[in-house]
């Protein structure tokens, strides 16, 4: 039928993790059209913290392998769902002997504060897209078509 989207599996054994930091790295498995939010696997090698950040959107997040503590002292391993509302500001690290890696959906942006709350730094759909197509130019591989939208 005319106007309904084409479905575009994506194969993630086949996609390399990208860097993002030390010890952190993703793979892009979706992107909102309005780029208003996306899916990632987030992968964390044991120890890597994530800075405090705030949550412009709701976030889903479901861990997959591995362990991570949150800033309230809790211990998130596998198969175990997060929710974090619109607004909520938090930093959690992978804890454990092995990468922690997690299902995540952002809405909207996760805003990198500083000690008195300023936003130092800004994740959005936007820059990881951008991170995913750097990352495919200097790989040379081809991005997917389902990644990409109207580019």
């Known amino acids: 039928m005319p106007g309904i989207p ?4 994506l194969d993630t054994s086949r996609l390399g993790w990208i860097p993002l930091a030390p010890g952190l790295s993703f793979k892009p ?4 059209p309005d780029l208003s939010g996306w899916q990632l ?5 044991p120890g890597t913290k994530i800075p405090r950040h705030r949550h412009t959107g709701e976030v889903h997040a479901f861990n ?4 991570r503590r949150l800033d309230t ?9 997060v929710h ?12 454990g ?3 922690c890696v997690i299902h995540i959906e952002v809405n909207g942006r996760n805003e990198y504060l500083d000690g008195e709350d300023r936003v130092i730094r800004i994740a959005d ?8 197509l750097d990352w495919c130019a200097a790989e040379g591989v081809e991005p997917h078509p389902g990644l990409v939208g109207g580019l």
Do not use: C, H
């Not at 509302?85 to 992978?94: F, K, L, T």
């Open 6 to 9: 084409t479905v575009r599996p």
């Open 125 to 132: 759909a936007r820059g990881s897209r951008q991170d995913y």
């Open 64 to 67: 997959l392998s591995g362990s």
């Open 97 to 99: 002997d092995e990468p």
């Open 73 to 81: 002292g809790e211990v998130v391993g596998p198969g175990t769902y």
């Open 41 to 45: 696997l987030l992968k964390l090698e």
């Open 29 to 32: 498995l979706a992107y909102f």
């Open 84 to 95: 974090e509302p619109a607004g909520n500001v938090d930093s959690w690290e992978a804890f």
